[in-house]
């Protein structure tokens, strides 16, 4: 069973930064994408950012320029470094996980609050 870990949420006043991190129970070679989702409450769950094996990267248009993403391949864990948050990305985070089976997977969910 995959499991995905995830840290790193909280509670930061806007403008503020938080970076969270997703590991992986397995090896970074198998999966062909990883990213965030986030949900808040009351809306659909929608794409935070992604990368995909070779580096490539997408981001939602409401957070380019403010948040970054990365994996580690060697420790099998994917970054999401949020700057300048706003009241609007209080959500619940999610990690989520494309395998090159086509295999996928969620994470449990860590929730960002954003508010002064």
């Known amino acids: 069973q995959v499991q995905l870990v995830e840290s790193g949420g909280g509670l930061v006043q806007p403008g503020g930064s938080l970076k969270l991190s997703c590991v992986a129970s397995?090896?970074?070679?198998?999966?062909?994408?990883m990213g965030w989702y986030r949900q808040a409450p009351g809306k659909q769950r929608e794409l935070v950012a992604r990368i995909f094996s070779g580096g490539t990267t997408n981001y939602a248009a409401s957070v380019k320029g403010r948040f970054t993403i990365s994996r580690d391949n060697a420790k099998n864990t994917v970054y999401l470094q949020m700057n300048s948050l706003k009241p609007e990305d209080t959500a619940i985070y999610y990690c989520?996980?494309?395998?090159?089976?086509?295999?996928?997977?969620w994470g449990q969910g860590t929730q960002v609050t954003v508010s002064s």
């Open positions: 989520h996980i494309r395998r090159r089976s086509g295999d996928t997977y």
């Open positions: 397995v090896d970074s070679s198998s999966i062909a994408a």
